[in-house]
């Protein structure tokens, strides 16, 4: 059975940090490029940033891009984003999500093969 667990989130004051992980299981997670996306209450989804399978490349939206770094860990199956410098703007539901192959963009489930349920992050004073 497929999984993708999120966990990580929290309430945090403007300029914190967190770092979410996402544990996967059922599938050959070094051969998939793994994603986080976000969603915002009354907002449409947001894609943030992705890594592909090896972990050598990654890329991320312009509006976390210095303060957010995505990792991952082949060994033990866990994907990771540390957000540093949060804003009341990054408050939202965190999704990771994995496409075969490469890495992708989206910010739609339809585009990804897996998706998880999502961890809570919230930034305010």
């Known amino acids: 059975q497929v999984q993708l667990v999120e966990s990580g989130g929290d309430m945090v004051q403007p300029g914190g940090s967190l770092r979410l992980s996402c544990r996967a299981s059922g599938f050959i997670f070094r051969s998939y490029g793994m994603s986080w996306v976000r969603q915002a209450p009354g907002k449409g989804p947001e894609w943030v940033s992705a890594?592909?399978?090896?972990?050598?490349?990654?890329v991320y939206a312009d509006s976390v891009k210095g303060r957010f770094t995505i990792s991952r860990d082949n060994a033990k199956n866990i994907l990771y984003l540390q957000m540093n410098s949060l804003k009341p703007e990054d408050t939202a539901l965190y999704f990771c999500?994995?496409?075969?192959?490469?890495?992708?963009?989206?910010?739609?489930?339809?585009?990804?093969?897996?998706w998880g349920q999502g961890t809570q992050v919230s930034v305010s004073s």
């Open positions: 890594i592909n399978p090896g972990g050598g490349s990654t």
């Open positions: 999500a994995g496409r075969l192959a490469g890495y992708h963009t989206g910010a739609y489930r339809a585009e990804y093969d897996y």
